[in-house]
């Protein structure tokens, strides 16, 4: 959702230079932005922190962050491309070959909710049943963006739907995820999922060079570090789900042709994903 629906990135871009300024620090590079996108808030918090030092707590720091964001999310707007993208893939459902589509965010519940509470009309075009926020509780401890959870969890929530129909379960290579952040872009990846990278300009260029590898998951943005039981526990319950869903868990391969770098959602090629817009 964040940078890839709506222009969400730039306000917090403009949230966070705001309150470097005010104590005398640079403005973010992409460098480090482009690590905090997509991931949940704590591992974000820690990787600005570890960069910024500002001389106050990070629970001062969260306490101003809240209080710019509960003033300037709700101003989001749809990116260019939006709009049309959702509203046709939404029309698909009334034909012979509907798409099936979710949310799959990092942003916490109550976030979601101030960015998107004035765009009910465009987030209606998600079933409720079919989002995932980055503090839902199926997904477990330290299991987001760049592992694959929160995407197999969101494909399983339109699994239980077609299962409740008698239909047969959408597999994950049948999956597309959009994305804008390449920790982001590497849990579709390792979902066994194909995926469109549309990133901010920024990013682009921070990646320049390593585009394939982007779309291929394989930055080295996932690392595996000394879990806790309640992480280990978390991690066989994503065992479970890669298994149910037949995805690998692991990245793709350089120029594997599941993935692809689109500047824009508009005119997005659908022809090119067997796609059929009424």
């Known amino acids: 959702m964040d940078g890839l629906l709506l222009n969400t990135e730039d306000i917090y871009t403009f949230i966070t230079n705001s309150i470097l300024e005010e104590y005398g620090k640079p403005n973010l590079p992409w ?33 101003k962050l809240a209080v710019l964001q509960q003033k300037l999310f709700p101003s989001a707007a749809p990116l260019p491309g939006v709009v049309k993208l959702l509203n046709d893939l939404h029309a698909t459902t009334k034909t012979g070959h509907p798409i099936y589509i979710a949310l799959a965010t990092s942003s916490h519940r109550k976030n979601f909710e101030l960015k998107t509470g004035h765009l009910k009309e465009l987030f209606s075009l998600f079933p409720k049943s079919n989002e995932v926020v980055g503090d839902d509780p199926r997904i477990g401890k330290g299991r987001g963006k760049p592992l694959p959870d929160i995407y197999l969890l969101a494909l399983e929530t339109i699994n239980e739907e077609l299962s409740a129909k008698g239909e047969r379960p959408i597999k994950p290579e049948e999956c597309l995820v959009f994305e804008d ?15 469109v990278w549309c990133p901010h300009p920024g990013l682009l260029n921070e990646y320049k060079g390593r585009e394939e590898e982007v779309l291929a998951g394989l930055t080295g943005e996932h690392k595996e570090e000394e879990k806790t039981d309640a992480e280990k526990e978390a991690e066989a319950l994503q065992g479970e789900r890669i298994s149910r869903g037949n995805g690998s868990g692991k990245p793709g391969k350089l120029n594997d042709g599941w993935g692809r770098l689109l500047p824009t959602l508009e005119n997005f090629p659908y022809e090119q994903y067997g796609i059929e817009v009424p």
Request: hydrophobic share 40%.
């Open 181 to 195: 952040a390449v920790p982001g872009v590497e849990a579709g990846r390792r979902a066994g999922m194909q995926v």
């Open 31 to 63: 460098s480090i932005k482009a690590q905090l996108q997509g991931r949940p808030a704590p591992e974000a918090v820690k990787i600005f922190h570890d960069w910024a030092k500002l001389p106050i707590s990070h629970e001062e720091y969260s306490q």
